[in-house]
């Protein structure tokens, strides 16, 4: 699945889209995707100049953003917004800088009603980067 693919499930847009591929897709249960981390990404400029280093906290975004491929693929979820409800047990193991290829994976571990958590790892080859639980909350559809 390519950005025009993602950019039809999840209503993120440039410069808040932080997935560039889904690479395996599980509706309801997993997504793998993918980010390439280029020298032009907006936050570079200011985190940090002359040692450019992605947010962790935007590693997770990434890792949420997948992790809502997955539940807005069911039917039931579509045309809705996977909203962030919180981060537990969140660990950060390498920095990822420019060039880096993220490799994002996250699992939903449970879902009731429209709450739910999921777990995710982030990965640069077979190198763990980051990890944590995500706690979200499917709202109502955008019109």
Partial sequence: METIDIQKILPHRYPFLMVDRILTLEAGKKAVGQKNVT?????FEGHFPGQPVMPGVLIMEALAQVGAVALLSLPEFQGRVALFGGMDKVRFRRQVIPGDVLTLETEIIKLKGRIG???GCARIGDE????????????????
């Fill in 39 to 43: 020298s032009n990404e907006w936050y």
């Fill in 117 to 119: 958590k999921g777990f």
């Fill in 128 to 143: 763990l980067v980051a990890q944590g639980e995500l706690t979200f909350a499917i709202g109502e559809k955008i019109e």
